[in-house]
């Protein structure tokens, strides 16, 4: 008779038994010890992190992606999705841009110039031309 190791078993054990005791507690161990669950558990695992860094690659930050998908699986994906793009985002539109581009690609500002220009120098150069 092969013992399994589940709730109903644990309800119906004898704890007066040390036999039966150690039978259901070899039962468990070797359960959680299966090689064959170890590896679902290591794929599932491996499938929710690069599915994290994909998600991550949309918003710039992929290891991040990679490490909440990893660690959380399905909620892992949902706080990278939800998170902040951790691409630079152009000065003058607000919209994100690849790293290292010379120019904004929705409304084409120089973004080294403008990364350079101070916030005073911004303000002003909005503000002149206006008048009371």
């Known amino acids: 008779m092969t013992l399994e190791c589940s709730f109903s078993a ?5 704890q007066s038994d040390p ?4 039978a259901l507690l070899h039962a468990c161990t070797s359960t959680l010890l299966d090689p064959l669950l170890w590896k679902w558990a290591l794929l599932i695992t491996l499938g929710c ?7 991550g690659v949309a918003k ?4 991040a992606g990679l490490l909440w998908g990893a ?10 999705a939800l998170s ?5 985002e152009c000065p003058e539109c607000g919209r994100p841009n ?3 581009a010379k120019a904004c690609r929705h409304c084409g500002v120089n973004l080294r110039a403008a990364a ?9 150069r909005n503000d002149s031309g206006r008048g009371w």
Do not use: T
């Open 60 to 63: 710039g930050r992929w290891l």
């Open 116 to 124: 350079l220009m101070s916030e005073r120098a911004r303000l002003k």
């Open 19 to 22: 036999d039966a005791v150690q």
């Open 71 to 80: 660690a959380l699986g399905p909620i892992g994906w949902l706080v990278i």
């Open 49 to 55: 992190a690069v599915v994290g860094a994909v998600i």
């Open 98 to 100: 690849v790293p290292n």
């Open 10 to 14: 644990l309800a119906n054990l004898d």
């Open 84 to 88: 902040k793009s951790g691409h630079p």
